[in-house]
Nanobody, 122 residues
Framework: QVQLVESGGGLVQAGGSLGLSCAAS????????MGWFRQAPGKEREFVAA????????YGTDSVKGRFTISRDNAKDTVYLQMNSLKPEDTGVYYC???????????????WGQGTQVTVSS
């Protein structure tokens, strides 16, 4: 069992930056692949980024490459998502999730946080 708690969402103007954190507890954090997803109103939950257990490999959807950075600190059981050059289309609820295997689709993740709202104004 893994418990995940996101923090750091908020309201920002287009072009601005926000940093999200996701604190994990329960199962050994370093054994889990971590991912970030987002869901805009009326849309399906979509993959944003993922990071391997050691943190040496990261993956991001094309729309965030060059703008978002996923990282993790296994000593603090925390995964981060640094978001720069934000656009209105980045608006949504952002969720962190944990999986035993690196995947880019929601069904592949076993544990989810409650989500944090990110709103980017134009």
């Amino acid at each position: 069992q893994v418990q995940l708690v996101e923090s750091g969402g908020g309201l920002v103007q287009a072009g601005g930056s926000l940093g999200l954190s996701c604190a994990a507890s329960g199962r050994t954090f370093r054994t889990t692949v971590m991912g970030w997803f987002r869901q805009a109103p009326g849309k399906e939950r979509e993959f944003v980024a993922a990071i391997s257990r050691s943190g040496t490999s990261t993956y991001g959807t094309d729309s965030v490459k060059g703008r978002f950075t996923i990282s993790r600190d296994n000593a603090k059981d925390t995964v981060y998502l640094q978001m720069n050059s934000l656009k209105p289309e980045d608006t949504g609820v952002y969720y962190c999730a944990a999986s035993g295997v690196l995947r880019t689709t929601p069904p592949g993740y076993d544990y989810w946080g409650q989500g944090t709202q990110v709103t980017v104004s134009s």
